[in-house]
Structures are given as C-alpha cells and as structure tokens.
C-alpha cells in the first residue's frame, strides 16, 4: 500500500489467531468503522452505533447479508482519535468457530469494509503519529518475544524509551547542524557562529552515545535469539551429555566412541529470563591432511565449525574430563587463542574421581601454566557430572550472573538490525565530521556529512522514511495488528 494515498479506507481483520478458540476478536478502523458495525451489529442498548461514545462495550447480535443470526457479541468503541490506529475502531469478541469468524469478516467487507493487509493498523497508528516508526516496530517484537527479556526490551521501545534517546540525539545534531547552516548564510562576511571547539566536543559526545547504542546490538540480538553458549572440549570429555543434562531432553547422540558429535546441536533454554542458546560442538582433535572421501575429512569440517562457533559465541564452556587430568593442557590448549567475553570450566564426570578438592587444585595448576587468553575474559570453574546431574543447578546460575549485569549495564539496549544499521550509517557520517573538523575543513564541505547523520537518525523514528520501506517494515506484521 502507498503512504501517499490517502487513508480513507475502512479496514477489518481478525486480530486473534487463525483457529478456533473460545471466543475471537475482530477489528475494524477506518472513517466508516461505525457506520460499516452499525449495519451489522444490534444492541437495544445502542439503537444508533454512530452517535455511540468511545470506550464503550454493547452486548448484541450480528446478522449476516441475508439477515440470518450470525452470533452473539460484544462490540467495543473507539473514537479518533483516541483508538490504536487514532481512527475510529471497533472491536467484536466472537465467539471463536472459523465459521463465524469468516462469515462476520465476509458480512463487514460487504457493507463497505475491506482486508487490511499485515501491519496496515500498526501503519495507520504511525501515520495518524500515534507512535513513532521503531515504537510501531516495537509492537511487532512484541507480539514475537517469548521470554521475559525480550518481553521488556520490546515493552521499553514501545513505551518510547528508544526513541527519547534518539530524539535527545537528533536534537544536539540539529543544534550543531543549525550553528553550521547559519555559518553558510553568512559565508561572505567571514563569520564564524560555531565555536568550533565546541563543536568538535559535540560530535565527539554524539559518537560515544551512538558508539553505546551500536554495542548494545550484540546483546540485544542475543536476547532475541538466546545468549550464544559454545559447549567445547576434546572428544568423549561430555559435551552432548552436558547439552542433554541442561535442556532436560536427550536432544544430542552420546555414545562412548570418540568424535560422537559430528555437526553442532543447538536448543534454547529460559533462565531465570534469560534465553540461552546452547550449543553443542564437535569435539576438539587436532586432524592433519586426510583424504576428502575419508570420515576423517567429515570429522575435520565438524571441528572446523566448531571452532566459528566458539569464536562467534558470548559464553564459551569448556568442558574437561576430571577423570583424566592428563588431557588438561591440550583441552586449554584448543580454545587458548579464543577471545570470548566468558569462559566457565567445566570439570565434567567428578562422579569417577575420590578426591574433587585435588583434582580441582590440579585443574587450576594447569589453569596457571598454560591458559593464554584475552584478560577481558571473566572466567569460572565448576565441577560438573553431567550424567549424574550434579552441579547442573550451579551452571546455569554462573552463567546467570555473568550475562545479567550486561544487561542492567545497558539502559537502552538494540534490538533491531534496521535500527543498527542507521545507526552505524550516522555515525561514520559524524566521523567524517570529526575528520573535517581536525583537518579545518570549511563548514560547507562538512554540512553534507552533518544532514547525512540526521537523515539516519531520523529514518529510524519515521520523520524521514521512503514509502517502499515503510512497506517493507509494516509487511513483517501480522494480519490484524
Ligand atoms: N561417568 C560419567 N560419564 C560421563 C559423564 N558425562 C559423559 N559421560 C560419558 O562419556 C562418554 C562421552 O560422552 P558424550 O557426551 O558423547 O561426549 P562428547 O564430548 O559429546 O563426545 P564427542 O561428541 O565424541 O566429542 C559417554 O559414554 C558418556 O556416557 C559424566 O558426568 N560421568
Ligand atoms: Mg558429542
């Protein structure tokens, strides 16, 4: 649909599941909402639809085309443009059969109603300004999350939280941009409005908070898919035992036969609010030049990707085989050259050692002597058996604490890859500023540059965004919302 056009449609969808259920919803906003309802639905409470008042509820009947008694309902009012979409609406609870659904739908677009495509009354509430472009899109997350974090992180952009920010933003670069313009206008006479000091200090302020919500999106990815969470080690150590033992569901193969694992296993698992995704991996063996027809070459492309996704992954657990103290050096050896921001040690199968106090004193012997890694890392060591279930409790609530003040750290934090990406665009536009400002470019070779970074901040509220990509954003809607 055009944005251009204008929006004088009435438009009707279920905004319930398509399915049967208990009762229904079906929704309707456009100018006629009213008028289109009125035609449909009798209450004696409410002889005259139109004349009706927002946020009232009748009970009543619907009737079909033909007059044939369609069912029993409760239809709520809405007047513009204090509505979701800030046009007139209704709202009818059905009862849910896909028969009446269907019939009231097909009866609504024969009395001047039509189908309103996916997002079109998240579209119109944008349009109407009820919310801004990344509130609207917000409302699709929304609708998608499935665990408490990213519940919050979309309620937060809703409620506007995001967008304040942008807004404090746009505002400090329109204050630097205006500075600047006044500067052109008076180009002859050699005045000088920006201190450009002052300036330099600006952009530089504006970089740092751009800098901060752009780093925010590793993590904000991470609570819509799950905390990445590689689970490595050198074969048989009890990698698939420890996935299974966490999920609670025999999810990967173990069997005692080295290499078991061949590709990597994933499933995510909510705790505590947090999704985790795990990830399983094939065993770390050093495999040199082998024949591409040969097991050994399949074995080599399974740790090859083992090796992407520990690199890749937020937490990476390394799990040890306690019962063989020998394998310690090479088990740190493999991932002494990852940079992962976590790593927790898992010393697996401590149901086969006497003594866990020695064994733990040895590992950390080890630990000492040969693990090389980033000082960033903030490590942990846990004594595990897997098949057992022991210390399964202890790993997920170390991994707790060490992703959730990641969290709290963040008050604002990115979720959406539009929005990163306008946002990395404004900040390399606000480094070309900054270069011109050192290398004492004229102001008016770096206003270009300056209205580049506004026309990507302002592209992530809406105030500037081509109708093809309003499309493509509400599309990504469902039916109905
Ligand atoms: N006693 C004991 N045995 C375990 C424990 N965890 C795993 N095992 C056994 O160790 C063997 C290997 O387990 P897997 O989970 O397949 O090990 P893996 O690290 O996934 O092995 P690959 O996929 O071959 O790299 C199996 O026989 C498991 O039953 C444990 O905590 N205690
Ligand atoms: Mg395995």
Redesign the pocket.
């Known amino acids: 649909m055009s944005t251009t056009e204008p929006l004088i449609t009435t438009i009707c969808a279920p905004a319930t599941p398509h399915g049967v259920g208990a009762l229904a919803l079906i929704r309707m906003s456009g100018p006629q909402a009213l008028e289109v309802a009125g035609r449909v639905f009798r209450s004696a409470a409410c002889p005259d639809l139109t004349q009706s008042e927002g946020y009232r509820t009748y009970f009543g009947h619907v009737r079909d085309s033909s007059g044939e008694l369609l069912d029993e309902v409760l239809l709520s009012v809405f007047r513009a443009p204090h509505s979701y979409t800030g046009e007139d609406s209704v709202e009818i609870s059905c009862h849910g059969s896909l028969y009446i659904q269907d019939a009231l739908l097909r009866t609504l677009v024969e009395n001047g109603a039509v189908l309103a495509g996916p997002g079109e009354f998240s579209q119109r509430a944008f349009m109407n300004g009820k919310m801004d472009l990344a509130q609207a899109e917000a409302v699709a997350d929304l609708i998608a999350s499935e665990n408490r974090t990213s519940h919050k992180l979309a309620m937060d952009q809703m409620r506007g939280v995001f967008s304040q920010e942008l807004s404090a933003l746009r505002s400090r670069l329109l204050e630097l941009a205006s500075l600047m313009e006044l500067e052109l206008d008076f180009s002859d006479e050699n005045v000088e409005f920006a201190d450009k000091k002052e300036l330099r200090s600006l952009v530089e302020s504006l970089l740092e908070s751009i800098g901060k919500l752009c780093d925010s999106f590793s993590m904000g990815n991470a609570m819509k898919k799950g905390v990445p969470v590689a689970i490595a080690?050198l074969?048989?150590?009890?990698?698939?035992?420890?996935l299974n033992a966490l999920l609670g569901e025999e999810k990967?193969l173990?069997?005692?036969?080295?290499?078991?694992?061949r590709d990597t296993i994933e499933d995510v698992l909510v705790v505590d609010g947090i999704p985790f995704r795990f990830i399983?991996t094939?065993?770390l063996r050093h495999i040199g030049e082998v024949d591409e027809m040969s097991q050994e070459h399949i074995e080599k492309l399974g740790v090859k990707r083992s090796l992407e996704t520990i690199r890749s992954a937020a937490v990476l657990m390394l799990?040890l085989d306690a019962s063989r103290p020998e394998t310690y050096t090479e088990s740190l050896q493999s991932v002494a050259s990852f940079n992962n921001e976590h790593i927790l040690f898992i010393i697996?199968?401590i149901?086969?050692v006497c003594n866990i106090d020695v064994i733990l004193a040895g590992f950390m012997n080890t630990l000492c002597n040969t693990f090389v890694t980033s000082s960033k890392s903030n490590t942990s060591v846990l004594p595990?058996?897997?098949?057992?279930n022991i210390g399964i409790e202890d790993i997920k609530n170390t991994l707790v604490a060490k992703i959730r003040p990641d969290l709290d750290r963040n008050a604002i934090i990115l979720t959406n890859l539009r929005h990163y990406q306008e946002l990395r665009a404004a900040g390399e536009a606000l480094q070309r500023v900054r270069e011109g400002l050192d290398a004492r470019l004229s102001t008016d070779l770096l206003t270009p540059d300056l209205r580049q970074a506004l026309h990507h901040i302002g592209s992530i509220t809406g105030e500037i965004t081509p109708d093809d990509i309003l499309g493509e954003i509400f599309g990504r809607f469902c039916i109905g919302k």
């Open positions: 080690g074969v048989n150590s009890g990698k698939s035992t420890l990967a173990v069997t005692p036969v080295a290499g078991t694992t399983d094939a065993g799990v697996n199968k149901d086969l595990v058996s897997a098949a057992k």
